[in-house]
């Protein structure tokens, strides 16, 4: 079974930073790609960026990329994301999530979820 925490939301003023961790637990995690999702209310959830199970690839909505990065640490178990110059539209829950086909942007190839962490952005 496999578990994923994240932590790291908060209250960020506009243009500030912040970053997010996704703990994993279970075995495998370093055989995965991972994703980042997040979503407002009232609106669907938005894909917000992928890893390869190296690292060595990545993905990226349009709406925060220059702003965000993501990463992980396998020795960890651990995938981050790092925010930068936030925006009061960058305001959701942020989930992470397993991936079941590579850097995919659709949330149903996405088999495990976390609880979300919320983000606030004031402007």
């Known amino acids: 079974q496999v578990q994923l925490v994240e932590s790291g939301g908060g209250l960020v003023q506009a243009g500030g930073s912040l970053r997010l961790s996704c703990a994993a637990s279970g075995q495998g995690f370093s055989r995965y790609a991972m994703g980042w999702f997040r979503q407002a209310p009232g609106k669907e959830r938005d894909f917000v960026a992928a890893?390869?199970?190296?690292?060595?690839?990545?993905n990226y909505a349009d709406s925060v990329k220059g702003r965000f990065t993501i990463s992980r640490d396998n020795a960890k178990n651990t995938v981050y994301l790092q925010m930068n110059s936030l925006k009061p539209e960058d305001t959701a829950v942020y989930y992470c999530?397993?991936?079941?086909?590579?850097?995919?942007?659709?949330?149903?190839?996405?088999?495990?979820w976390g609880q979300g962490t919320q983000v606030t952005v004031s402007s």
């Open positions: 890893i390869s199970w190296s690292g060595g690839s990545t």
């Open positions: 999530a397993r991936s079941r086909a590579g850097l995919t942007t659709h949330w149903g190839a996405y088999d495990y």
